[in-house]
């Protein structure tokens, strides 16, 4: 079956019969419709022009009758050729021959299956498409298929005529075999290299519209105005929001960093490229973890043709750019993006790491350093411990059980005293495996393909190619048959969770990836509505979330196994009936083997719900097509990344949709699948602090403390016996939040280029944008609800945090199937307000926003679920607070905003005690009085936009406010000294430090607020330079533009290790750093400033590639009261008049000792800081040797250390509120003019 085709109900059960029956059919209509194409052409094409439209309705009918003709019941093909050139025309019916030839040897065609043309084909044509289009995949420009020879050069001559009309040019033809959305106007074109490297070209570019298509339009102005606007649109994936706070969203803070809000969206995009080589961490030396990583990190420091170690990074830094790596465990991927005007050169430099690395000697130390503090901040992350863990449990010799991190003692200690030679070694393994053969590039920019292939042969043929065969490790199956499977293991997690992880180790899944079995079985098991396994737990209120599957990582699914793991979080509850909760489990997994997939109708407790698994698996296909069909573009060096890495996977035709569309339903494969899931081959993970003091084991590389249980036989009996299914569980209902209505609306008020406000009372205010650019149907909803009571306490602010919690877990259930259908919702509890977020195809939008407000307009919490929400409550402020980052963010806004509680606070008035009924008394106050403001963009009209507001003032009656409420905080002026706050570590587990030195300007304007972000653009490469290259103070080294409720600074800021450095030598580092760089800035030439400002100009003209990067702009905006929706433009121009001399003096003005400075220290545990070591000794065997105290440390009180005598100008702060009691407040300001 044409990857662009599903099915549904089969035409005719014999299967073999309806290929041939379709495909007679379809050439039979063929014929017909070119007998009907001779008989009504006209003699000369302008008079074929001026009969279309009196003739198009009645050929369109004929055709129509023909199909309908000859179709078997229940089959309907719809190809509308109603095209406007008679060269068109010829091209559509070559079309529609390969189709048919592909029918052959594919699945059947269906009732709702519509046999398509090429959507872009269409539409550059004059011809309409119908819905019924709606979430078919299409190739480039048609699905290619074998095509009979007695076509010959006809078809070639209409190819060609098609690819230069419709593509950019004769020099801008793709690959037609590449499977692509309708949506991305992009141009694909596969190459081989004479080296083997494989390569992806992809085009961006769009020209100016041809005479031809202008005359077509003017033509077809009316019959065609339906569909403008459908049609050849460039637009991309939305990106996933960010998150205010990564744990559990408890609240954001009021200080922009100034991510991601650069860019102006109307210019180019950036150009990127991503390299994937075949080989990872599997293929480490026995004797040498890690080396894979370690070789990752070697290749970036110079070239033979470009020597300099940090030159690369520099040359992007100086040109808007950005990169990255990662090793997996079979795979090694490298990215970056820079300007468009630059890429080519960036390209050359780039492929050096493949061609003639340096990796000097003298760089080995230093870098294996910079290895080991990223080994050292992964360890305290309970997520790199299991899979530690897991991987220990492999058979021995099983590349599962490496150590792939990598860290000073593998690559640096053991191989001193073992004398082997890393530098050798490092230089063999690039030798051995950095290839050509199994290299894959993907390559994106605004050229021609022809251009990009001319580059790419030129630049990469030179990449080596030793002919040796590609690491394989697929004969190493079953790696997890062995007997320290299937067992329970109690884990002592760093992070205060219960959780419980049930987990299958499968043959590998990859060669069914048409399929997707994992993905569908996860999609039931992860299901949240009524019938649903977290569903029956939450009613027990013994589990808060579910989440089913194989993330597709190298861990989790390779060559020698795939993972199915169900991972759940557990209440207190929860976890003292860890064993029935399993039991849930495999009841409902017994209930879908039972089943099968092959089963039409739900087992005896669930016979209203004529739901089967075909159904559910065609439910997800049209949610997914859907997707797919109006996919929005994602930003150009996170595609490239992917589409690199889906070439080592996926046949050519599916490199953009092997990893995204579930193409066929095979029951056969899904029953196979399922079979697995016995309760004999799972294997428990059990984690809780409860474990602390009964687990004497200790994980080798990460320290994790574990035990290890036989399963209780009671339990095993139970499950592997006649288990009784559960009455609560069945299958899901059928979704009502699919969008069907992809209509784009027309507009119904004056186009802006910003949005407008076009409500505005006492009670709230909405503003509003149509958007004209992405032209997709989607939208983007959000409101503030703007409220006096929640600062009004640190016991109302928990309040708070309580109220949106137990609200989103309110609508967990009838939100979930909105959520699968691609409408996306998030609650976060803002300082001053709560933030709805809502997004997604705009048809069923409103239903999302409506059951929003109306839950919080009826919110409720019965006392049980109350006590669940504040104990876990409670977890997330003690996880937060252990984060090094988190508690040096928390100290600095302590000191800095005036009135704003702290975690700490928050976690004192929490465990204080609270009750359901002042839960219930504080929503009440919150929804007595409010602000309601919103931003509404995308396939909305103005009316239906303004009903949102009315809805919430209607639905929750509010009163208005009895005065402003600001949306900030009031900043204190810090006196003009240098003060030093230093902090201990709240988790006694780990040796993580941080150290931040922040220097304050003030309440200034916008075009202070642009030089600042000049500055750290020019900061960003030397830092990274001095701070982690040279000093290898740590892995995150990093300067940052600080806008702290509308009062400027900028910070620099090391994460390191107590084991190696003390934060007072890194202060003095950074101290170092900062004289460096101030002597470049005094000598940097006017050429270096000019080009630097035309790289941030350019940033900030980079156009966005999404609907969803404008609304974060927009919401940013409003969210703060500020309105200023033409920044970006006011920024440029604010660049564009700045001088190097400004620069410089501003600098100056704001260093030395008579600067507002304020160093933030959050100290690790390690010999450095004189104190304890992370982590306790261990006897041989893994054991630890004493059962020391608790790793969970008191968070409920913060512990100041004085500072050393090394930093002797500076203050220390012992108390901050003595501290900041005196001083004096900056007025409320925001960042106008």
């Given at each position: 079956?044409?990857?662009?085709?599903?099915?549904?109900?089969?035409?005719?059960?014999?299967?073999?019969?309806?290929?041939?029956?379709?495909?007679?059919?379809?050439?039979?209509?063929?014929?017909?419709?070119?007998?009907?194409?001779?008989?009504?052409?006209?003699?000369?094409?302008?008079?074929?022009?001026?009969?279309?439209?009196?003739?198009?309705?009645?050929?369109?009918?004929?055709?129509?009758?023909?199909?309908v003709e000859r179709t078997p019941a229940f089959c309907y093909v719809e190809v509308l050729l109603l095209t406007a050139r008679k060269r068109a025309f010829i091209i559509a019916l070559f079309r529609l021959t390969r189709c048919v030839a592909l029918l052959r040897t594919k699945s059947p065609v269906t009732a709702r299956c519509p046999l398509v043309?090429?959507?872009?084909?269409?539409?550059?044509?004059?011809?309409?498409?119908?819905?019924?289009?709606?979430?078919?995949?299409?190739?480039?420009?048609?699905?290619?298929?074998?095509?009979?020879?007695?076509?010959?050069?006809?078809?070639?001559?209409?190819?060609?005529?098609?690819?230069?009309?419709?593509?950019?040019?004769?020099?801008?033809?793709?690959?037609?075999?590449?499977?692509?959305?309708?949506?991305?106007?992009?141009?694909?074109?596969?190459?081989?290299?004479?080296?083997?490297?494989?390569?992806?070209?992809?085009?961006?570019?769009?020209?100016?519209?041809?005479?031809?298509?202008?005359?077509?339009?003017?033509?077809?102005?009316?019959?065609?105005?339906?569909?403008?606007?459908?049609?050849?649109?460039?637009?991309?994936?939305?990106?996933?929001?960010?998150?205010?706070?990564?744990?559990?969203?408890?609240?954001?803070?009021?200080?922009?960093?100034?991510?991601?809000?650069?860019?102006?969206?109307?210019?180019?995009?950036?150009?990127?490229?991503?390299?994937?080589?075949?080989?990872?961490?599997?293929?480490?030396?026995?004797?040498?973890?890690?080396?894979?990583?370690?070789?990752?990190?070697?290749?970036?420091?110079?070239?033979?043709?470009?020597?300099?170690?940090?030159?690369?990074?520099?040359?992007?830094?100086?040109?808007?750019?950005?990169?990255?790596?990662?090793?997996?465990?079979?795979?090694?991927?490298?990215?970056?993006?820079?300007?468009?005007?630059?890429?080519?050169?960036?390209?050359?430099?780039?492929?050096?790491?493949?061609?003639?690395?340096?990796?000097?000697?003298?760089?080995?130390?230093?870098?294996?350093?910079?290895?080991?503090?990223?080994?050292?901040?992964?360890?305290?992350?309970?997520?790199?411990?299991?899979?530690?863990?897991?991987?220990?449990?492999?058979?021995?010799?099983?590349?599962?059980?490496?150590?792939?991190?990598?860290?000073?003692?593998?690559?640096?200690?053991?191989?001193?005293?073992?004398?082997?030679?890393?530098?050798?070694?490092?230089?063999?393994?690039?030798?051995?495996?950095?290839?050509?053969?199994?290299?894959?590039?993907?390559?994106?920019?605004?050229?021609?393909?022809?251009?990009?292939?001319?580059?790419?042969?030129?630049?990469?043929?030179?990449?080596?190619?030793?002919?040796?065969?590609?690491?394989?490790?697929?004969?190493?199956?079953?790696?997890?048959?062995?007997?320290?499977?299937?067992?329970?293991?109690?884990?002592?997690?760093?992070?205060?969770?219960?959780?419980?992880?049930?987990?299958?180790?499968?043959?590998?899944?990859?060669?069914?990836?048409?399929?997707?079995?994992?993905?569908?079985?996860?999609?039931?098991?992860?299901?949240?509505?009524?019938?649903?396994?977290?569903?029956?737990?939450?009613?027990?209120?013994?589990?808060?979330?579910?989440?089913?599957?194989?993330?597709?990582?190298?861990?989790?699914?390779?060559?020698?196994?795939?993972?199915?793991?169900?991972?759940?979080?557990?209440?207190?509850?929860?976890?003292?009936?860890?064993?029935?909760?399993?039991?849930?489990?495999?009841?409902?997994?017994?209930?879908?083997?039972?089943?099968?997939?092959?089963?039409?109708?739900?087992?005896?407790?669930?016979?209203?719900?004529?739901?089967?698994?075909?159904?559910?698996?065609?439910?997800?296909?049209?949610?997914?097509?859907?997707?797919?069909?109006?996919?929005?573009?994602?930003?150009?060096?996170?595609?490239?990344?992917?589409?690199?890495?889906?070439?080592?996977?996926?046949?050519?035709?599916?490199?953009?949709?092997?990893?995204?569309?579930?193409?066929?339903?095979?029951?056969?494969?899904?029953?196979?699948?399922?079979?697995?899931?016995?309760?004999?081959?799972?294997?428990?993970?059990?984690?809780?602090?409860?474990?602390?003091?009964?687990?004497?084991?200790?994980?080798?590389?990460?320290?994790?403390?574990?035990?290890?249980?036989?399963?209780?036989?009671?339990?095993?009996?139970?499950?592997?016996?006649?288990?009784?299914?559960?009455?609560?569980?069945?299958?899901?209902?059928?979704?009502?939040?699919?969008?069907?209505?992809?209509?784009?609306?027309?507009?119904?008020?004056?186009?802006?280029?910003?949005?407008?406000?076009?409500?505005?009372?006492?009670?709230?205010?909405?503003?509003?944008?149509?958007?004209?650019?992405?032209?997709?149907?989607?939208?983007?909803?959000?409101?503030?609800?703007?409220?006096?009571?929640?600062?009004?306490?640190?016991?109302?602010?928990?309040?708070?945090?309580?109220?949106?919690?137990?609200?989103?877990?309110?609508?967990?259930?009838?939100?979930?199937?909105?959520?699968?259908?691609?409408?996306?919702?998030?609650?976060?509890?803002?300082?001053?307000?709560?933030?709805?977020?809502?997004?997604?195809?705009?048809?069923?939008?409103?239903?999302?926003?409506?059951?929003?407000?109306?839950?919080?307009?009826?919110?409720?919490?019965?006392?049980?679920?109350?006590?669940?929400?504040?104990?876990?409550?409670?977890?997330?402020?003690?996880?937060?607070?252990?984060?090094?980052?988190?508690?040096?963010?928390?100290?600095?806004?302590?000191?800095?905003?005036?009135?704003?509680?702290?975690?700490?606070?928050?976690?004192?008035?929490?465990?204080?005690?609270?009750?359901?009924?002042?839960?219930?008394?504080?929503?009440?106050?919150?929804?007595?009085?409010?602000?309601?403001?919103?931003?509404?963009?995308?396939?909305?009209?103005?009316?239906?936009?303004?009903?949102?507001?009315?809805?919430?003032?209607?639905?929750?009656?509010?009163?208005?406010?009895?005065?402003?409420?600001?949306?900030?905080?009031?900043?204190?002026?810090?006196?003009?000294?240098?003060?030093?706050?230093?902090?201990?570590?709240?988790?006694?587990?780990?040796?993580?430090?941080?150290?931040?030195?922040?220097?304050?300007?003030?309440?200034?304007?916008?075009?202070?607020?642009?030089?600042?972000?000049?500055?750290?653009?020019?900061?960003?490469?030397?830092?990274?330079?001095?701070?982690?290259?040279?000093?290898?103070?740590?892995?995150?080294?990093?300067?940052?533009?600080?806008?702290?409720?509308?009062?400027?600074?900028?910070?620099?800021?090391?994460?390191?290790?107590?084991?190696?450095?003390?934060?007072?030598?890194?202060?003095?580092?950074?101290?170092?750093?900062?004289?460096?760089?101030?002597?470049?800035?005094?000598?940097?030439?006017?050429?270096?400033?000019?080009?630097?400002?035309?790289?941030?100009?350019?940033?900030?003209?980079?156009?966005?590639?999404?609907?969803?990067?404008?609304?974060?702009?927009?919401?940013?905006?409003?969210?703060?009261?500020?309105?200023?929706?033409?920044?970006?433009?006011?920024?440029?121009?604010?660049?564009?008049?700045?001088?190097?001399?400004?620069?410089?003096?501003?600098?100056?003005?704001?260093?030395?000792?008579?600067?507002?400075?304020?160093?933030?220290?959050?100290?690790?545990?390690?010999?450095?800081?004189?104190?304890?070591?992370?982590?306790?000794?261990?006897?041989?065997?893994?054991?630890?040797?004493?059962?020391?105290?608790?790793?969970?440390?008191?968070?409920?009180?913060?512990?100041?250390?004085?500072?050393?005598?090394?930093?002797?100008?500076?203050?220390?702060?012992?108390?901050?509120?003595?501290?900041?009691?005196?001083?004096?407040?900056?007025?409320?300001?925001?960042?106008?003019?």
């Open positions: 079956m044409p990857r662009s085709l599903r099915a549904t109900e089969p035409i005719d059960d014999r299967s073999t019969n309806s290929y041939l029956t379709f495909s007679q059919l379809a050439r039979g209509l063929l014929l017909h419709v070119y007998a009907f194409y001779r008989r009504q052409k006209p003699r000369g094409e302008s008079d074929w022009l001026q009969t279309k439209r009196q003739g198009g309705r009645e050929r369109e009918m004929r055709i129509r009758a023909l199909l043309c090429g959507r872009t084909f269409l539409s550059a044509h004059g011809a309409t498409v119908s819905s019924s289009l709606a979430g078919m995949p299409q190739t480039n420009k048609s699905r290619t298929g074998p095509v009979a020879d007695s076509q010959g050069s006809a078809q070639a001559e209409a190819s060609a005529a098609e690819n230069r009309d419709a593509e950019g040019g004769e020099d801008n033809v793709g690959d037609s075999e590449i499977i692509k959305s309708p949506s991305d106007p992009k141009q694909y074109r596969y190459i081989v290299l004479d080296n083997g490297l494989r390569a992806l070209l992809i085009s961006d570019y769009s020209g100016p519209a041809t005479s031809d298509d202008e005359e077509e339009d003017e033509e077809d102005e009316g019959e065609e105005e339906e569909e403008e606007g459908e049609q050849d649109e460039e637009s991309g994936e939305e990106a996933e929001e960010g998150s205010e706070e990564d744990d559990e969203g408890v609240g954001s803070d009021d200080e922009d960093d100034d991510e991601g809000k650069k860019k102006k969206g109307n210019a180019e995009k950036q150009s990127a490229a991503a390299l994937c080589v075949g080989v990872g961490s599997f293929s480490d030396p026995s004797d040498l973890p890690g080396l894979a990583h370690f070789l990752e990190h070697m290749v970036f420091m110079g070239s033979e043709k470009y020597p300099s170690e940090n030159g690369f990074d520099a040359f992007l830094k100086k040109h808007g750019g950005s990169d990255n790596a990662s090793t997996d465990c079979e795979r090694t991927i490298f990215q970056f993006d820079v300007q468009r005007k630059s890429f080519k050169e960036a390209l050359d430099r780039w492929a050096q790491f493949f061609i003639c690395p340096l990796m000097i000697r003298d760089a080995i130390d230093r870098e294996v350093e910079a290895v080991d503090s990223e080994y050292q901040l992964a360890k305290p992350s309970d997520s790199h411990r299991k899979e530690m863990l897991f991987g220990s449990l492999a058979k021995p010799g099983h590349p599962m059980g490496k150590f792939c991190w990598g860290n000073a003692e593998t690559l640096k200690q053991e191989p001193k005293k073992m004398k082997i030679n890393v530098y050798k070694r490092l230089r063999a393994f690039w030798k051995k495996h950095y290839s050509a053969h199994y290299m894959t590039l993907a390559v994106q920019s605004k050229e021609k393909l022809d251009t990009l292939e001319e580059w790419v042969r030129e630049i990469f043929s030179k990449v080596p190619n030793n002919g040796l065969p590609q690491p394989d490790f697929s004969n190493m199956l079953d790696p997890f048959d062995t007997p320290s499977f299937s067992k329970l293991y109690r884990v002592v997690p760093v992070r205060k969770v219960h959780a419980l992880n049930i987990t299958w180790a499968l043959p590998p899944q990859e060669q069914h990836y048409r399929v997707k079995p994992l993905h569908y079985i996860s999609w039931l098991i992860g299901h949240e509505g009524t019938g649903s396994i977290l569903s029956v737990l939450r009613k027990k209120c013994w589990a808060l979330a579910l989440f089913g599957g194989n993330s597709e990582t190298g861990f989790d699914q390779n060559t020698t196994y795939s993972i199915f793991s169900i991972s759940i979080t557990l209440t207190d509850e929860g976890f003292q009936n860890f064993y029935q909760v399993t039991h849930l489990v495999f009841q409902y997994l017994k209930m879908l083997q039972m089943l099968g997939p092959q089963q039409r109708h739900c087992h005896k407790h669930t016979l209203s719900i004529k739901h089967s698994y075909q159904k559910i698996y065609e439910e997800i296909q049209r949610i997914e097509a859907n997707e797919f069909h109006y996919q929005e573009q994602i930003d150009p060096i996170e595609y490239v990344e992917d589409i690199c890495e889906n070439m080592q996977l996926f046949p050519k035709e599916d490199f953009l949709t092997g990893d995204q569309l579930m193409f066929e339903y095979n029951p056969e494969v899904i029953s196979a699948a399922l079979s697995l899931l016995t309760p004999e081959k799972a294997n428990l993970m059990l984690l809780s602090p409860e474990h602390e003091g009964q687990c004497s084991l200790r994980e080798k590389w990460f320290g994790t403390q574990y035990s290890i249980e036989d399963i209780q036989p009671e339990w095993m009996e139970q499950w592997t016996g006649n288990l009784e299914l559960s009455s609560d569980l069945h299958l899901p209902a059928e979704n009502k939040f699919i969008a069907t209505d992809f209509t784009l609306k027309p507009p119904d008020c004056p186009d802006t280029e910003f949005p407008a406000q076009i409500a505005d009372s006492d009670k709230g205010c909405l503003w509003y944008k149509k958007d004209n650019k992405f032209k997709i149907p989607k939208a983007f909803i959000r409101f503030h609800l703007i409220s006096p009571v929640i600062q009004q306490s640190a016991k109302n602010v928990v309040l708070f945090d309580l109220l949106v919690n137990i609200l989103g877990h309110n609508l967990a259930e009838p939100a979930y199937e909105a959520e699968v259908a691609q409408l996306e919702y998030k609650l976060v509890a803002g300082e001053h307000g709560l933030v709805i977020k809502v997004k997604g195809f705009n048809h069923k939008l409103p239903l999302l926003f409506h059951l929003i407000i109306d839950h919080l307009a009826d919110f409720s919490a019965s006392p049980d679920v109350f006590s669940m929400f504040a104990e876990q409550l409670k977890k997330t402020y003690f996880n937060i607070l252990i984060k090094p980052e988190k508690l040096s963010k928390d100290v600095r806004l302590l000191i800095l905003e005036h009135s704003r509680w702290s975690m700490v606070e928050k976690y004192q008035a929490l465990t204080a005690g609270l009750t359901s009924q002042e839960l219930t008394e504080f929503s009440r106050a919150f929804r007595a009085e409010l602000y309601a403001e919103g931003l509404v963009q995308g396939n909305f009209c103005s009316a239906e936009s303004e009903q949102f507001l009315q809805y919430v003032t209607d639905k929750l009656q509010f009163s208005k406010l009895p005065a402003e409420v600001p949306v900030m905080f009031q900043v204190v002026e810090l006196p003009l000294k240098h003060h030093i706050c230093k902090v201990k570590s709240l988790n006694k587990g780990d040796a993580n430090s941080e150290v931040t030195v922040y220097y304050q300007s003030g309440p200034k304007a916008l075009r202070e607020h642009t030089l600042m972000e000049l500055l750290v653009m020019h900061m960003e490469e030397p830092c990274f330079d001095f701070l982690r290259t040279k000093e290898t103070l740590g892995y995150h080294v990093y300067p940052t533009c600080r806008n702290t409720s509308g009062v400027l600074g900028f910070s620099v800021t090391v994460e390191t290790q107590a084991t190696k450095f003390s934060t007072e030598l890194v202060e003095l580092k950074i101290e170092d750093f900062l004289v460096s760089f101030g002597e470049k800035l005094n000598a940097l030439t006017e050429e270096a400033f000019n080009t630097q400002v035309t790289a941030l100009v350019k940033l900030k003209e980079c156009e966005d590639t999404h609907l969803g990067e404008e609304v974060d702009r927009n919401w940013a905006e409003v969210v703060t009261q500020q309105y200023v929706f033409d920044r970006l433009n006011r920024e440029i121009e604010a660049l564009k008049q700045m001088t190097r001399a400004e620069l410089v003096s501003w600098f100056q003005e704001h260093r030395g000792l008579s600067s507002r400075k304020l160093s933030v220290h959050v100290v690790g545990f390690g010999v450095e800081e004189n104190g304890e070591e992370a982590g306790g000794k261990k006897q041989e065997g893994g054991k630890e040797e004493d059962g020391s105290s608790s790793t969970y440390g008191e968070v409920s009180k913060l512990t100041f250390l004085p500072a050393s005598p090394k930093i002797a100008e500076a203050i220390t702060i012992m108390d901050i509120p003595t501290f900041t009691e005196g001083l004096p407040l900056f007025p409320y300001h925001k960042i106008l003019e």
